[in-house]
């Protein structure tokens, strides 16, 4: 949710993303989706440029990086 606001991304790219984090390979994509194997590419091929990255890896180190964030926001103060 965090990055589908920060990139404005669409309901499609956001599923193509979940779908991602979870190391879902294109064909699985594409079978999740109910989409043909070129149009799970066009989806992935957007959600890469907005999100400006050139490999997998490199969105899962991003959300990784959105996830710790939140644990940090949501960690309580250490007493002094």
Known sequence: EVLQKRYRLTARQTDVLELIARGRDLTRIADALFVS???AR???RSLYKK???HKRQEIIDMLEDVKNDLQEQNRPAAPR
């Open 51 to 53: 999100l400006d990255v």
């Open 37 to 39: 194997h070129n149009t």
């Open 42 to 44: 066009s989806h992935c």
